[in-house]
């Protein structure tokens, strides 16, 4: 296997570092091998029902000893963005209570009436009722833009998938008959740039290693950035062919990586 230089790994957690409350076997491993080879790893998550915070606790209760900012999920770029250029915007928020309290610390108001919304902000939702879509779909027919965190349309747990916040952006894009305006999960590029801030690395020098083609890799590709697939998670390997574009690398776990780090 052809071997490159990285300095930093950009990697998918569900499907990737673990897949639902199970670690891949030897990712603790790998983790430990390349931070000691001085590699620098962020963790990138489009899950937006927790905060960075959150998830980085979670890696620590599998025994990977990383840093709450070695964390960048698809609301730390919605927030960032809500806190440098959208204070004055009302959001309407179809996700988490997690997610409102989130775009009201970075600043701005969450409403309850879709007539009085400048932004509907979709999310994966557990909660989500005809009511929270009606509203959305309202507030869509009365102007407001369309955002979503992320547009997975499902996500994995130990014995299969459960729906995504695809599922639940796609409710709403048909029925207002359009997609949305931004999206910032994967395979955006919003997460990459703000990992490049916190990295200070040129993108050539990062390696990012996820389970999904239209997610991850696709991402590494709109980034810039070289890619790893892994096959523990929502890609089998005879699925490739269906893409136009496809990984520099094919791993059957994250536990092989030291394999293709120069
Ligand atoms: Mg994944």
Redesign the pocket.
């Known amino acids: 296997m052809k071997k490159k230089k990285y300095s930093a790994i950009l990697a ?5 570092l673990h897949r639902g409350g199970a670690l891949i076997p030897g990712a603790k491993e790998a983790y430990e091998e390349l931070s000691r080879k001085g590699i620098k790893w962020l963790f990138l998550s489009n899950n937006a029902a927790r905060t960075a915070p959150d998830i980085a606790t979670r890696i620590r209760q599998f025994g990977l000893d990383v840093s709450d900012d070695q964390v960048v999920n698809s609301t730390s770029v919605l927030f960032q963005a809500i806190s440098e250029k959208h204070r004055n915007a009302r959001f309407l928020v179809v996700g988490e209570a997690r997610l409102s309290r989130g775009i009201e610390e970075a600043g701005a108001e969450v409403v309850e009436d879709p007539l009085s919304t400048d932004v509907v902000v979709a999310a994966l939702d557990t909660g989500l009722t005809y009511d929270k879509l009606r509203r959305a779909h309202v507030a869509l027919q009365h102007g407001a833009q369309f955002w979503a965190t992320n547009t997975d349309g499902s ?2 747990v130990e014995h299969g998938f459960y729906p995504g916040a695809g599922s639940i952006v796609a409710a709403i894009a048909t029925a207002a008959g359009r997609q949305p305006d931004l999206v910032f999960g994967k395979p955006s590029t919003g997460m990459a740039e703000l990992a490049l801030e916190i990295l200070r690395l040129p993108r050539t020098s990062c390696l990012v290693v ?3 083609m239209e ?2 890799i696709l991402f590494a590709r709109n980034a810039g950035m070289s890619s790893a697939l892994v096959l523990t ?2 890609t089998k390997v005879t699925a490739l062919c269906k893409y136009p574009y496809g990984p520099d690398y094919i791993l059957d776990s994250i536990a092989h990586l030291a394999e293709v780090m120069g």
Request: aromatic share 8%; hydrophobic share 20%.
């Open positions: 998918d957690l569900d499907g990737t996500f994995p996820g389970d999904r997610t991850d998670g929502a």
